[in-house]
């Protein structure tokens, strides 16, 4: 069993949008800090986008292409991206942080992890 798990992913054109989700089913998401993390084919993990636990962030944060939010009542927590690009390829991962925190340059300092959702962006 996995206290949280991605899904969403699959094969999507350039140009188009994809909402990946994170379900917490042993965490209550929303006293975590939350980070998306994507690792490409021959790369290393490196952070998307991450926010802090419900008191202390916004219910929404933008960046680029990126936009992670937050829905309490479902337990889960969003990433959209937005005009994908054959770079944004790879596993997405979530995260999340104990102390609420936020930490998308610094990977190891999460807690929890889910298995990752695959996604794939043709031509």
């Known amino acids: 069993q996995r206290d949280l798990v991605e899904s969403g992913g699959g094969l999507v054109q350039p140009g188009t949008s994809l909402r990946l989700s994170c379900t917490g089913s042993?965490?209550?998401?929303?006293?975590?800090?939350i980070g998306w993390f994507r690792q490409g084919s021959g790369k290393a993990r490196e952070g998307v986008l991450c926010m802090g636990k419900k008191s202390t962030s916004s219910e929404e944060v933008k960046q680029d292409r990126f936009t992670i939010s937050r829905d309490s009542d479902k337990n889960t927590v969003y990433l959209q991206i937005d005009d994908v690009t054959p770079d944004d390829a790879g596993v997405y991962y979530c995260?999340?942080?104990?102390?609420?925190?936020?930490?998308?340059?610094?990977?190891?300092?999460?807690?929890?992890w889910g298995q990752g959702t695959q996604v794939t962006v043709s031509s």
């Open positions: 995260a999340a942080d104990r102390k609420g925190e936020t930490h998308c340059q610094h990977a190891a300092w999460y807690d929890y």
């Open positions: 042993g965490l209550a998401l929303d006293f975590y800090g």
